[in-house]
Every structure is written in structure tokens, then in C-alpha cells.
């Protein structure tokens, strides 16, 4: 973990991603989902109350007639004014718009929470280290299949891609 982060609200984006219900249920490590869910809601009413986006980015397996139950963000996760991605890929950039909708709001930083920590988040995060954004990853607010795949991305792959703090590291400065 590095030193507490303060963020710009006029250039920060909480990129949330995978938060639907069949996959919070899910049994994960090193937290429950209904736990990462939890700080996430208080990221993103944070954000909300910041003034800065909140992205939400759910799944959808391509090929299919009908999405499994449970495809659907967790209810009550997606606000008014969210910006809401559906991805058909482990990363939330590959042919979504996401990069463009972030560069229309004037985005550089992303902060990162969801569910895979290995998958999904640092899948995302990855693409998004390649299209220039700046990186800060929540450990509190992700989990993965096993504690051994959370840690190897939060203390081996993250730190070397942007700063990792916990929820109550993280300040929303004024824009």
C-alpha cells in the first residue's frame, strides 16, 4: 500500500467493474462479495457527491439468446448520470466506447474496484495503463476466486501499474 491519495473530482473516474449479482455471490477471497460491494457503494457515493463519474461495467457472454441469471447490476448500484458498459471481453475497453466517454469527460485518473481483482479489474486496468490513464486501485473493494490471486495482482502487478490504497486512503479533492 503506498501513502493516502488525494484526486482531482474534475479528472477521476470510479471504474467499478463486474458488480452483478450472480458473480457477488460468488465465493471469494479475501472478502465476501456482499463486502466489496458494500465499500463500493461508498466509493461511488463519494464520487457521486464529488461531482466525478462513476463507471459501472457488467459482463455479457457473447453468442448467447439469453444472459444467465443474475447478469444484471447488483440492484441499486447504478445511479443517475453513471456511466454504464457492457463488455463481452475480461477487459471493460475492447470495443465498449469507454476510452472515448471518459476522454468527453475530461478523465486522466481511474480508481478501480470490482470483482475479479486478477480478471476483470486488472484487465481493464491494463488497457487503460496503455491509453495513458493514471491508476489507483482500491484494495478493499476488490476480491477474487482465491486470497493467492487477489494478492499476487494487488501486491506484485498493481503497484507497478499505479498507487493501491484502501477506501479510507483515498480523498476527493476539490476540482
Known amino acids: 500500500m503506498t501513502e493516502p491519495v488525494t484526486l482531482d473530482p474534475a ?3 470510479l471504474v467499478l467493474v463486474d458488480l452483478m449479482d450472480r458473480i457477488v455471490a460468488l465465493p471469494l477471497e479475501p472478502r465476501k462479495g456482499t463486502e466489496v460491494l458494500a465499500a463500493s457503494q461508498e466509493l461511488a457515493t463519494a464520487f457521486r457527491s464529488a461531482g466525478a463519474p462513476v463507471v459501472l461495467i457488467r459482463v455479457e457472454r457473447p453468442g448467447v439468446a439469453e ?3 443474475g447478469s444484471g447490476l447488483v440492484a441499486g448500484l447504478a445511479q443517475d448520470g453513471d456511466v454504464e458498459i457492457v463488455k463481452r471481453t475480461i477487459g471493460g475497453f475492447q470495443g465498449t466506447g469507454l476510452d472515448e466517454r471518459l476522454r468527453e469527460l475530461g478523465v486522466t485518473t481511474l480508481v478501480f474496484g470490482g470483482i475479479a481483482t486478477n480478471l476483470g479489474v486488472e484487465s ?4 487503460a495503463g496503455d491509453l495513458g490513464y493514471d491508476l489507483v486501485f482500491v484494495e478493499d473493494a476488490m476480491a477474487a476466486f482465491t486470497a493467492a490471486e487477489h494478492e499476487a495482482s494487488v501486491r506484485l502487478d498493481f503497484p507497478r501499474l499505479g498507487s493501491v490504497v484502501r477506501a479510507a486512503e483515498l480523498t476527493l479533492g476539490r476540482g
Not at 124 to 127: L, Y
Open 124 to 127: 481493464t486496468a491494463r488497457a
Open 67 to 69: 444472459q444467465p441469471p
Open 11 to 13: 479528472r477521476s473516474a
